[in-house]
């Protein structure tokens, strides 16, 4: 039985022919669309397929497909998973193009440039993430390959986590912890390995959601032992920071922040602070003084390299901000009327917990009033915009710091990840179905975080974004007249971004070539 469909892209009217059948393999009902023609603009007639003048979107695909073949990412995907590489492909093609419901791809797929040669019908889009999430092996063996492509080139790695809320309740890591982005929802936490100067995310895994990021490290180590990453210095926040770990990088080389008051961090600042300033410490980063002194500290019966920096810009920043919550603050608590002492502390610590040991309740005549505690203030400013790095290596203390400053790239991967439409909420609901979506959204990070580098380390950075950049090259069409298939005119913007990718638009494969 069949019957013709209309389905509105972008608002052109386009018809298909549906024919429903029974897959005998599958044992379940299937349909095959095809595709018939469309609708003149305001009429009912039907231009037939054959007389179509269609356009089709080019330039964004081919910018996408170069990318994924010269950084090795079709070889490695096609020789782990050759029965799905392609619809992979196609998946981290929408989203980073068009950031929609998974469930419009088809209809996506249909006006853009030919990526694949199979539909992906939301039944099968449900069908691939499962299927993906099935095959750890594979996807174990895939990290393998494309870890080992940048196991020279990478001067360090970074390790961090990020929350992904989630409105499921079938999933096993799903669960109620620290939310970094605020929301009252159960999470997992989703741990990523990034590396530079290749700036490229090289693996991921999954933590259930109510672990800690210090608890998760000693898993990581192992994990990067297994992809060879071991061997590369290793960059981490502070929330990474214990003894526990320190010993765990026995026979890595690391840099990783001390947190702020612990016992060790208050002794190497406080011996810090008095000469800190000097002219002699001045050192400088990317056209900034930082001020710093290098001495040893002593962890758990290991010695480290402690780099211990003031930053002023970021202490006059830092300074003028939390003077100005103070007196925000007492602002606040004259505004309320208050005028006895348990009040005002109800008040402080249901409101302002943090800022209590800021303030003093001061007996005037028959009321109470909230003053500065001077002396506590002036030493919390003091400290402000000192920070401690240590290390087990033997970098020079301007390395530390621009190492350290430079690892931001992982942070850009998880903005992408969590702009993306099916990212800012998990609303699937198999364990299965979140692997195969975190592996299709691991495949898109990778090539929007090579489209960063190259606008990063090419005269495009200060012109575009990538949204601006994909926008432009949107414009650039595959033109159907009826058997004959034309460019349309390529601007040239479009060529100097082509050109700074290292593509040239003479390498588009014939027919007989498989498109992706």
């Known amino acids: 039985m069949s019957y013709i469909i209309e389905q509105n892209v972008r608002g052109r009217i386009y ?306 901000g939390f003077l100005k919550r103070l007196l925000d603050a007492e602002a606040l608590v004259k505004g309320q009327g208050l005028t006895q002492k348990a009040h005002i502390e109800e008040y402080l610590q249901d409101q302002l917990p943090d800022l209590i040991p800021f303030f003093i309740i001061r007996k005037h005549g028959p009321r109470c009033i909230l003053v500065r505690n001077t002396a506590t203030v002036d030493k919390h400013i003091e400290r402000l915009g000192i920070f401690v790095l240590i290390t087990n290596s033997d970098l020079a203390s301007e390395d530390v710091i621009r190492y350290y400053r430079e690892k931001d790239g992982v942070e850009k991967c998880f903005d992408s990840l969590k702009n993306n439409l099916a990212f800012k909420r998990l609303r699937i609901h198999s364990t299965q179905s979140m692997e195969g979506l975190l592996f299709v959204e691991f495949v898109a990070m990778i090539l929007r975080s090579k489209m960063n580098v190259v606008l990063r380390d090419s005269n495009l950075r200060d012109a575009m974004c990538i949204p601006e950049m994909l926008a432009e090259l949107r414009k650039l069409k595959e033109i159907t007249f009826g058997k004959r298939k034309a460019l349309s005119e390529v601007s040239k913007t479009q060529k100097t971004i082509f050109s700074a990718f290292g593509l040239d638009l003479g390498q588009i494969p014939s027919k007989k070539s498989p498109r992706i």
């Open 15 to 320: 018809l298909y022919s549906v024919e429903s059948y029974w897959d005998n393999e599958k044992k379940q009902p299937r349909q095959h669309r095809t595709y018939i023609g469309k609708k003149e603009n305001g009429s009912e007639a039907i231009v037939p397929k054959s007389e179509c003048h269609d356009a089709k979107e080019f330039g964004n695909i081919f910018l996408l497909r170069g990318i994924a073949e010269k950084i090795g990412l079709v070889d490695d995907l096609k020789a782990v998973l050759p029965e799905t590489w392609q619809e992979i492909l196609a998946l981290a093609y929408y989203h980073i193009c068009e950031n929609k419901a998974l469930y419009l791809c088809n209809s996506w797929l249909e006006t853009v440039w030919s990526t694949v040669p199979v539909e992906l019908p939301s039944p099968r889009i449900s069908e691939l993430l499962v299927q993906i999430g099935h095959t750890e092996v594979y996807r174990e063996r895939f990290f393998r390959r494309w870890a080992d492509r940048f196991t020279k080139t990478n001067r360090f790695i970074v390790f961090d986590i990020t929350s992904i809320s989630s409105y499921a309740n079938g999933i096993d890591s799903v669960e109620w912890g620290y939310n970094r982005d605020q929301e009252s929802l159960p999470q997992i936490n989703l741990g990523v390995v990034y590396g530079e100067p290749s700036g490229m995310p090289l693996y991921y895994s999954v933590y259930p959601g109510s672990i800690h990021d210090v608890t998760t490290l000693r898993n990581t180590i192992i994990e990067l032992g297994l992809l060879s990453l071991d061997k590369t210095l290793f960059i981490l926040d502070k929330g990474f920071y214990s003894k526990a770990n320190l010993r765990n990088m026995l026979g890595m080389k690391f840099i990783i922040p001390l947190p702020v008051r612990c016992s060790e961090e208050k002794a190497l600042v406080s011996s810090a602070q008095g000469i800190i300033r000097s002219a002699e410490y001045a050192i400088r980063y990317r056209n900034r003084v930082y001020h710093c002194i290098s001495t040893d500290v002593a962890i758990t019966g290991m010695n480290y390299a402690a780099h211990i920096f003031l930053d002023e810009h970021r202490q006059a920043d830092a300074r003028e």
